[in-house]
Every structure is written in C-alpha cells, then in structure tokens.
C-alpha cells in the first residue's frame, strides 16, 4: 500500500513561486497517472495538474503556464513547480492517483499548505 506525503508549501506573496514534492512510500506495484489536486477550506478538491507514466501533462486552464507538473527520476516522486502565484492559488495542496482520486478510492495524505498573499 504506497502512502503519499506532500511537503514544499509555505507562505509567499503575489507573483512568487514554490515547488511541492509528492513523496511515495510503501510497496508500489505499478503507478498510472499521477495528479496534484488542491482544496480551499470548505471546497472540494479540484484538480489542477497530471501527468501520465510517459510524461504526458495537462493542467486545469487556471494554472496553464504558471504551473509545471513533472516526475522525480525514479518515478516515486512528483513535482510541483509553481510560479507567478496568485492569491487565487490559496489551498492546501494534495497529490493522488488519478484513476482512485476519480473513483472515490483515493487515501489522500495530509496535503501541504500553500498561502499566497500580500
């Protein structure tokens, strides 16, 4: 059962950056696609970046050239490269399997907490 802890967030101000890391734990099989999601308190979780074992990336049109997803070199870790932050971007930060995130089967971690503002 891999576990996943999220780390890098922080408190920045307008047009500053942060890069989260998605760290695997734990027996890992196989992996699919992996996703960052975030949740502003008393929101639901939203996606906002993923990529696919080959490194195939998308991202939700709030984020597109601001943000940059991208796998660790042996593939048990996830990176988050966020610039030019808005406080719009306000959220704790999570990262899922896409594939369980969308089913409901997902075991999120804590999340890491990403405050931007003046």
């Known amino acids: 059962q891999v576990q996943l802890e999220e780390s890098g967030g922080g408190s920045v101000q307008p047009g500053g950056s942060l890069r989260l890391s998605c760290t695997a734990s734990g027996s890992i099989f196989s992996i699919d696609s992996m996703g960052w999601y975030r949740q502003a308190p008393g929101n639901q979780r939203a996606l906002v970046a993923a990529?696919?074992?080959?490194?195939?990336?998308n991202y939700a049109d709030s984020v597109k050239g601001r943000f940059t997803i991208s796998w660790g070199n042996a593939k048990t870790t996830v990176y988050l490269q966020m610039n030019s932050l808005k406080p719009e971007d306000t959220a704790v930060y999570y990262c899922?399997?896409?594939?369980?995130?969308?089913?409901?089967?997902?075991?999120w971690g804590n999340g890491t907490l990403v405050t931007v503002s003046s």
């Open positions: 990529i696919t074992p080959g490194g195939v990336t």
């Open positions: 899922q399997n896409t594939i369980l995130a969308a089913a409901g089967r997902g075991h």
